[in-house]
C-alpha cells in the first residue's frame, strides 16, 4: 500500500473537517476523509481517514489507513492499517492488517483473500 500521508496533496478527492455527509459516499478515486460521514463508504481505490476524520457506517476499498475513528464495518480487499490515533469500533475484514501500538480496537477481524467483487 503507498501510504501518502493526510497532509498530501496526492488525493484526488478530499474531505475537509468541516464537511459533514449524511448519506452514502461512491467512487473510483484515492479519497482523503477529515470530515464526518454517516453512511456508507464504497471506493474502488485508497481510503484515508484522517486524525479528524469520523465515519459511521459500512467503508469498502482496495485498502484502508485509518487515524481517525470508524464506527461500523470495514472491508478492505487487500490492507487496513491501524495509526496510533485510530480509534476502531467495527468488524473487519480484509487480507492484511497493520496495527500500530496505541490504536484502540473493538470487534471481530476475519483475514483472508476476499473476492474482488465485495
Do not use: P, W
Amino acid at each position: 500500500m503507498d501510504r501518502k500521508g493526510s497532509d498530501s496533496q496526492d488525493f484526488e478527492c478530499r474531505i475537509g473537517d468541516s464537511t459533514e455527509i449524511t448519506g452514502n459516499v461512491t467512487g473510483t478515486e484515492d479519497i482523503l476523509i477529515n470530515g464526518e460521514i454517516v453512511g456508507d463508504v464504497d471506493i474502488k481505490a485508497m481510503v484515508y481517514v484522517g486524525e479528524n476524520g469520523r465515519i459511521k457506517g459500512t467503508v469498502k476499498a482496495i485498502d484502508v489507513v485509518v487515524e481517525g475513528k470508524i464506527e461500523g464495518s470495514l472491508i478492505a480487499q487487500n490492507k487496513i492499517e491501524l495509526t496510533e490515533s485510530a480509534h476502531i469500533s467495527a468488524d473487519m475484514e480484509c487480507g492484511k492488517l497493520a496495527v500500530t501500538d496505541g490504536a484502540f480496537y473493538e470487534g471481530k477481524v476475519h483475514m483472508e483473500g476476499i473476492e474482488k467483487s465485495k
